[in-house]
């Protein structure tokens, strides 16, 4: 077969320019996929990106609000490191991530398995737990120093009726950092609890009845086929609650406020001193700095050690 | 002093006016007194953040009415009231964009801070122009001057003192009418009432910055300081004799005498709870409170009693600390809206007519009125201030004489990055109640170092 | 695209039938007697937990009841020596109740949507079409979530006051607090992990019928999980309702503030002295549409769809 190869057949590339044709693969492969990411980009360019670098360009700044700022390099962040109190801030803030991930990571997990199974009631235990999270914040202030009051206080009361002691609760250095911890996992594991029902509803069923059928115990059902099916939500999960735990604020900060002594002193509290007590926002925006540097070394350890043991388990 | 009525009950226009025409007062004619003023000719707006919540329309309505009173016999002024009581943070905030209102009503504790960070302006030639300036007492004026120069407008002043529970104080034998002078006369009362009634005779503030602020006002009684110099030179220097007798004081109270509430984190509203509760039978107190008392907890104000602050019995500072509120304009303001805005304040929170017609109204719906505020004012004005408190008083005045007869002078706040001191003081005053072993000179040694260094670096 | 839904919807059909009942445990065992003594424990921890999280609610509601004084009386009494139902009525008026439910509701009801439109389109990219940059981005989204929000709060208020490029305010503007919420990279993360979960042989196959790209979110993709974007909805519709430094900043105009707020205003704001006992009514007033719209949404997550057997 002969093919014409007339100039004026010749194939429509040549008279485009050279560009074009990888840009239009471009589009096809990415187009659709950054289209559907641009309202988040556009929201967050604006809401979160700008402020956020405007936040770190301020930590290298005196008066930046007040007055004529002023460029003093890394002096905020020196004045930060060398407080009296930031090496107890930080100390404080890894214990409670560490509290809180024993305390406030299992119950979630179990609390959600058990409501899945259970037959009744479902939909009660399900608000139940959630109530908490409803609660406006300065309700569950007044009902936790009620609860925790020394002498006369709901728990103490009850502990009293079978024969413990009094606890010190929020008032004792040792034991303000955990009562607080108990707090808050009280008040946000509502929602946890719910992003973990979701989850199992995705488990297939066929996957316990193939296991029942196969005659393993419940115990096995969950290690093998609950647990793993759930791997993507909970590792994520406990990287976020890490994260969101070291920024906790509201229930620190109305119960003990630091107290007593620091014993309650978070990186978080700190901040929010210098912001709003000293009005120094320079030194907040540089402990902030810090604070978030130290999270993105956390995480990316987090993503290789989960990476590999993803790649070892596929 | 003059205490906005909270809409407790529904208060009809007719209600309003049948009491105060029993008071002898007519309210028709208060756009008479509004042009007192005089009228400032140009077109000016500002706007103010003292609008009641909309929760209390009675109180919202009773305000417009001043503003238009006010608006009417001040041609060109336009008033733009808004709800935005006062908070730290939001305050900050919003004078970093420059968007803070004209005129905040503010509490004493954050003036000097405002000045510091110059987010308010210097009315000193609005203020001298008013007819009330001249009867302030020197310690009123420095609460918002600096330099010389005078940045807010002080008003309702109240010093702190010893609030007490009538009936334990009785039923442990004590007189309500012979107050502890000094701090030995304070510890044996405590202890007495510990002792024979079973219920802690004193419960401390430790908490929220409040720590500080009451450590100060001990400190204070017994002519000790805190702060030294002023700016970026300043130095801390509560880490002094005084301090370390007088939590020295406390902490036996609390670990021998065992008089003293358990908890070592007592905020402002849960010291408010525990009193009012009865769980405690001492407290100190500035007469502020008492309002809310009365509404909040619904004590039984027949039952509370105001005594001085116990001083120091080898080095009396004869002096007390005082809270309050004061008026503050926004920098950068001209001079037309600066005077707009001072014409304002002077009418709604000076103008004695003004103020006669707000305590009346306030009686009349229900409101504590009468409780004593602190001397901020002297002489005539002060007088006639304290006359119209009196006709009005719905409270049980007589317990509170000893108090407001009290003679002590009054000492204004530490003026540098106060609200950080009080939190470094917070942890010394948990510290001392929290272990009986605590060492006092230790704990104030370690939190004026950890200070100073806030103090240095210029804020 | 056709052949997929309709192929999606037997499987459904089929399985709805025992994947109702079916979990870990399977209805047979369930009703075995040796699993007696487990359920009869399971329910009755189930149960002693409840009481921690009820048990508040219910002290608040019967506080509201109370004369002030003996709310905090200890050891608590349950029910109040005189009942004082006045106080909700008092709540409700003073609340001015119905301007501020709806105002919340309808700032809730936009935030929804407009997290819908941002974080469940994010989440589908990142998830399914993963375009060039998609890791960059994604950690960039999440790095949001480590910086403090304080430290960029002013920044973000200077935002809102004045908008770079556009130069306008939002101040008093709902806009302001529905498009800073908007960016939310928590319900990114966590609609991106349930998207994950989607086997990809179902976009595949849409993607051979003909579909595109917005075809197969609308159609596949968001109907197989509704769960996650009912928990996220909730998730948004309660920060706009207890959200109040925030409204507190750029709502000047009290006609336009949420219920947080005005609660705010009346039990800490100077001089508001509301009666504790009226507080707490008001309280337990602004909790009780949060509830409801939870039973509502809640059902979402019973009855899920189940993924089809290509899993595993």
Known sequence: MVTLKHPALAQPETRTTSWARPLARFMQRNGAGLLFLTPAILVFAFFVWYPMVYGFVLSFQKNAFYGTPSFVGFQNYLFVLHDFNFWTAWRNSALYALYGLLIGYLIPIVLAVVINEVRRGQGYFRLAFYLPVIVPPIVTVFLWRYLYEHDGGLINSLLSLVHIGPQPWLQSPGTALPSLVIVTTWANMGGTVLIYLAALQGIPAQLYEAAEIDGSTVWQRIRHITLPQMRGIMLILLLIQLIATVQIFTEPYTLTNGGPDHATLTVMLMIYQYAFASGNFGAASALGVILFLVLVVLSLGYFGITRRFNRGVE | ?459 | ?312
């Open chain 2, 1 to 459: 002093m003059a205490s906005r009525p909270s809409g407790t009950s529904p208060l009809s226009r007719r209600a309003l006016m049948r009491n105060a025409a029993a008071a002898g007062i007519s309210i028709v004619g208060l756009d008479l007194l509004a042009a007192c003023g005089g009228s400032s000719g140009s077109n000016v707006t500002f706007s103010t953040n003292e609008l009641p919540a909309a929760s209390n329309p009675a109180q919202v309505k009773i305000y417009q009415n001043y503003v238009q009173a006010f608006e009417q016999n001040h041609k060109g002024v336009h008033i733009n009231a808004l709800a935005d009581a006062y908070n730290t943070q939001t305050y900050f905030t919003k004078a970093a964009a420059r968007s803070q209102e004209d005129l905040v009503d503010a509490p004493f504790t954050d003036p000097q801070l405002m000045i510091a960070r110059g987010t308010v302006a210097d009315i000193s030639s609005q203020a001298k122009q008013q007819s009330f300036f001249n009867s302030y007492t020197q310690s009123a004026l420095a609460i918002a001057s600096s330099g010389g120069k005078v940045f807010g407008l002080p008003y309702a002043g109240y010093q702190l003192g010893l609030m007490f529970n009538i009936s334990l104080i009785k039923a442990a034998g004590l007189d309500p009418n012979t107050p502890p002078k000094t701090w030995d006369d304070f510890r044996a009362y405590a202890k007495q009432i510990a002792s024979k009634t079973g219920v802690p005779g004193y419960v401390e503030l430790t908490n929220q910055n409040t720590g500080g602020w009451h450590l100060t006002n001990w400190i204070y009684t017994g002519g000790g300081d805190l702060e030294s110099g002023s700016g970026s030179s300043a130095k801390a220097v509560f880490s002094n004799d005084v301090a370390v007798a007088w939590l020295k004081n406390l902490q036996a109270m609390k670990f021998q005498d065992h008089s003293v509430f358990n908890d070592v984190l007592v905020g402002y509203n849960d010291a408010l709870q525990i009193f009012g509760t009865g769980k405690a039978a001492m407290v100190v107190e500035a007469s502020d409170t008492l309002p809310a008392l009365q509404t909040a907890y619904q004590a039984d104000m027949k039952n509370i009693g105001l005594w001085p602050m116990p001083q120091s019995p080898s080095n009396p500072g004869n002096a007390t600390l005082s809270g309050g509120h004061v008026y503050v304009f926004k920098a950068g303001d001209s001079s037309d809206v600066l005077s707009a805005a001072v014409d304002w304040a002077s009418y709604y929170r000076f103008d004695l007519t003004v103020i006669e017609n707000s305590t009346v109204q306030a009686a009349a719906s229900g409101l504590p009125v009468g409780f004593p505020t602190a001397t901020i004012f002297t002489g005539s004005y002060q007088e006639q201030l304290l006359g119209i408190s009196k006709k009005y008083a719905n409270l049980p005045v007589d317990n509170y004489t000893l108090y407001a007869n009290s003679g002590l002078s009054l000492r204004p706040e530490p003026p540098v990055q106060t609200q950080a001191m009080y939190g470094a003081l917070d942890s010394v005053v948990q510290a001392v109640l929290g272990s009986g072993s605590a060492e006092p000179q230790a704990e104030l040694n370690k939190a004026q170092q950890a200070f100073q260094a806030t103090l240095s670096s210029g804020g």
């Open chain 3, 1 to 312: 695209m056709q052949q997929t839904i309709r192929w999606r919807r037997r499987t459904m059909r089929q399985q709805d039938a025992d994947s109702y009942e079916r979990s870990i445990v399977s209805a047979l065992e369930w009703d075995k007697p040796s699993f007696k003594v487990a359920r009869w424990v399971m329910f009755g921890l189930l149960l002693l937990g409840t009481t921690l999280t009820v048990g508040p609610l219910l002290w608040m509601a019967t506080g509201a009841l109370k004369p002030a004084i003996e709310i905090f009386r200890t050891p608590p009494e349950i029910w109040p020596s005189t009942v004082e139902w006045s106080n909700y009525v008092r709540a409700w008026q003073q609340l001015n109740s119905l301007r501020y439910l709806l105002n919340t509701a309808v700032l809730a009801a936009v935030a929804v949507v407009l997290q819908l439109a941002v974080s469940a389109t994010a989440a589908y990219s990142l998830s399914k079409l993963k375009p060039i940059f998609s890791n960059v981005l994604l950690f960039f989204f999440l790095s949001t979530l480590m910086v403090p929000a304080i430290a960029y709060l002013i920044p973000q208020y200077f935002t809102v006051v004045h908008l770079p490029i556009f130069g306008i305010s939002l101040i008093n503007s709902w806009w302001a607090i529905w498009l800073p919420e908007a960016a939310n990279a928590f319900n990114i993360i966590i609609l991106k992990s349930f998207f994950d979960t989607i086997p990809n042989e179902l976009s595949e196959a849409a993607k051979i019928d003909g579909a595109n790209s917005l075809q197969i979110f609308l159609r596949i993709i968001l109907p197989n999980s509704l769960p996650a974007l009912a928990v996220v909805s909730m998730f948004t519709i309660f920060a706009t309702w207890k959200d109040f430094l925030w409204p507190l900043l750029v709502l000047n105009d009290p006609n336009s503030q949420n219920v947080s707020v005005s609660l705010y205003q009346q039990a800490i704001a100077q001089n508001s002295y509301q009666p504790l006992n009226v507080l707490l009514a008001g309280f337990v007033i602004a909790t009780i549409p949060p509830i409801i719209i939870f039973l509502i949404f809640q059902r979402q997550i019973m009855r899920g769809v189940v993924t089809t057997g290509l899993k595993g």
